[in-house]
T-cell receptor
Framework: QKEVEQNSGPLSVPEGAIASLNCTYSDRGSQSFFWYRQYSGKSPELIMSIYSNGDKEDGRFTAQLNKASQYVSLLIRDSQPSDSATYLCAVNQAGTALIFGKGTTLSVSS | DAGVIQSPRHEVTEMGQEVTLRCKPISGHNSLFWYRQTMMRGLELLIYFNNNVPIDDSGMPEDRFSAKMPNASFSTLKIQPSEPRDSAVYFC????????????FGPGTRLTVL
C-alpha cells in the first residue's frame, strides 16, 4: 500500500526562525510531489510542487526532493505567525491518485 | 474568478437520512475529485472524474456512497443511508488536466450525522 508519512507535530518555532517540514513516501515510482497548506477550518491550498531532485525556491519557501532517499521536505525561512497551519505532503506517479500525508502542524510564536 | 464552489457548507442530519453534497468545479477544469478528511484518517480520495467520466472510485467506502457528474460544471456525492461514522469534512477539488496537475480545493462541507 502506498504511504506518505509525516510527523504530526506540533512543530513549534519562534518568529523569524527556519521551519523544516519532512515527508517520506513508499512508492519509488512517484514522480510528482506537492506541499499544501491548510489553515484550521479551511481547505488545502497549494504552496509548491516539485518534480525533479534538488531544491526549488519560491519566496520564503524551499522544497527539497531526494528520490533516492524517498524524501521530500519544505523549508520556511523567516517564519511568521501567519505560517501557523497544517502542512500536507502529497505524492503521486503518472496516472494515479494523489496520496496525502496526514500533515504536520506548525506553530510559529511571536 | 470563482473557485470551486461547494454546498452546503454545513450539514447536520440524523442516521439513516439521505445526504447530497454538491460541487461546481472551476470553469475549464476537466478533472474533479471528491475527498473526505477526518482526524484519524487524514485526507482520503473517494472518487475521481475526468471529462465527466468516473475514472477511479476505489476510495468510495461502500455502496452507501455514490457520485455523479452529469456535466462539466456540476457533481454530486450522495450518502444513503448516512451513518455517524460518515461524519467528516468532504472536499471537492478540480484541476486542469489529470492526476499530476495542481488541484484546487473547494471550501468543504462539514457533515455531522447524529
Amino acid at each position: 500500500q502506498k504511504e506518505v508519512e509525516q510527523n504530526s507535530g506540533p512543530l513549534s518555532v519562534p518568529e523569524g526562525a527556519i521551519a523544516s517540514l519532512n515527508c517520506t513516501y513508499s512508492d519509488r515510482g512517484s514522480q510528482s510531489f506537492f506541499w499544501y497548506r491548510q489553515y484550521s477550518g479551511k481547505s488545502p491550498e497549494l504552496i509548491m510542487s516539485i518534480y525533479s531532485n534538488g531544491d526549488k525556491e519560491d519566496g520564503r519557501f524551499t522544497a527539497q526532493l531526494n528520490k533516492a532517499s524517498q524524501y521530500v521536505s519544505l523549508l520556511i525561512r523567516d517564519s511568521q505567525p501567519s505560517d501557523s497551519a497544517t502542512y500536507l505532503c502529497a505524492v503521486n506517479q503518472a496516472g494515479t491518485a494523489l496520496i496525502f500525508g496526514k500533515g504536520t502542524t506548525l506553530s510559529v510564536s511571536s | 474568478d470563482a473557485g470551486v464552489i461547494q454546498s452546503p457548507r454545513h450539514e447536520v442530519t440524523e442516521m439513516g437520512q439521505e445526504v447530497t453534497l454538491r460541487c461546481k468545479p472551476i470553469s475549464g477544469h476537466n478533472s474533479l475529485f471528491w475527498y473526505r478528511q477526518t482526524m484519524m484518517r487524514g485526507l482520503e480520495l473517494l472518487i475521481y472524474f475526468n471529462n465527466n467520466v468516473p475514472i477511479d472510485d476505489s476510495g468510495m467506502p461502500e455502496d452507501r456512497f455514490s457520485a455523479k457528474m452529469p456535466n462539466a460544471s456540476f457533481s454530486t456525492l450522495k450518502i444513503q443511508p448516512s451513518e455517524p461514522r460518515d461524519s467528516a469534512v468532504y472536499f471537492c477539488a478540480s484541476s486542469f488536466g489529470e492526476w499530476g496537475d495542481t488541484q484546487y480545493f473547494g471550501p468543504g462541507t462539514r457533515l455531522t450525522v447524529l
